[in-house]
DNA sequence: ACCGGTCGGTGATGGAGATCACACATCGCT
DNA sequence: AGCGATGTGTGATCTCCATCACCGACCGGT
């Protein structure tokens, strides 16, 4: 429900500059170019290891990106916001998709094909620059997710991590330390890479300690400063 | 020894298209603009948190890119070839770097500087377009490496994964089931993500099953689909 | 030959968390 | 109400691997 005030909120700031921190004359003929589409919650926009048909430039609404393991168990990568082009790598390098995408809530999104893509790159070298920040970003979020989950064990760290960097990502609410839990136990274990019992044992734990405090699905954080110092414990 | 080999081949390959896979006037300009040196074994190139000052391109030689975690563990991301650009995330996205990049032999190495770097990706797309390329390679590797690293657990399923992961660049050799270890217990432990001893143990156990024989650092595989049924296990 | 360093093998122990197996709470549906 | 589906709380157990603690091998320097 607030989640999608927000998300009109968004769309109006986008409208103006169409897509996003583009140049306006790139951004117009990326606008003649891509095909917007609206989804439904749970629309799979690419899985894993298919071959890249184009990118997805998310303009409202959420995207879960994931993958997938040999056993089955899956890890969140993390839940892309309006503005950011998904699957550019797998279509500039030629590989298959290297996570799956889905939408969250219902989403507009925005389809460029392969051969568009790269055209575009060619002839607008700032339309390639803003392509290649975005997956420079993607790769550093990703050696950070790494670098979190494999060198810090300890699954409390990695939740408490995980809520303090929502907790930075809501500074546009009114009461800094409250938020909305979107996600469920399990979908936060497969976003640390733990199990839904251990995120479950955890909560109760940091409740005990008096580190959050829960009512329904809205999370407060009395104190933020406790919360990280079990990071990097 | 065997390496060197290897590397003065390949220098002499790229000697002609330079820049590698460039086409012939961007990797002239790029000769003009860069800087060439050589460093010897250990140099660290950039620091994982430094601010970036530029983006380093292996001409020749082996360097090791590795984060790491706070706990004071390190993880080897990979092992870097000549042609590749290193530091470009960072550069482009003006983070700092995300790893830590050593030589882990004499190499020669071309360094290009941050605004160059972004001038030139301006100024030609197709030059834009190689960036990218490179990046999205590595953000490819990297996914692959978080899912092979957090959802697979069982470490021998990972070190299996290692041995026919080097198995497949073996291809130059003229015994494909035969390869040289050019690392120690304790690097393979980082590239898999864990201790040198269960490394050790590892080893041990696979040459009793007669899934490996080694003899000083030759590694030989017999039987390449027997070490492939522990993966995915 | 003597050492100090790095590397590799191996036993013993402990602990964090996966897994199994429940019970209970919602919530939407007919 | 009654019913499945889905999400959550919590105990018991079990397994894998990190860690500690050695020892022996090898190598390069003086």
Redesign the interface.
Known sequence: MATHVVNEAQKLATTDKTFCDLPPAIADTLEQEALTTTYPTGAVLFAEGQAPRGVFIVRRGRVKLS?????G???I?RIVDPGCPLG???V??G?PY??TAETQEPSEISFLRHSDL?NL??????F??W???H??????S??????D?????SASEKLARLLVGWLDQNTASKNPSQMKLALTHEEIGQMI?SSRETVSRLFAGFKKQRLIQQTGSTLVIPDRVALESL??A
């Open positions: 993958i997938c393991g040999s056993d168990r899956t890890l990568l550019v790598a797998a500039v390098s590989r290297e996570a790269l790159m060619r002839q607008h070298g700032e390639a620059l392509v290649t920040q997956i420079s970003a993607d790769y550093a990703t050696c950070r997710e790494i670098r989950l494999i060198l810090s064990d890479g990071i990097t």
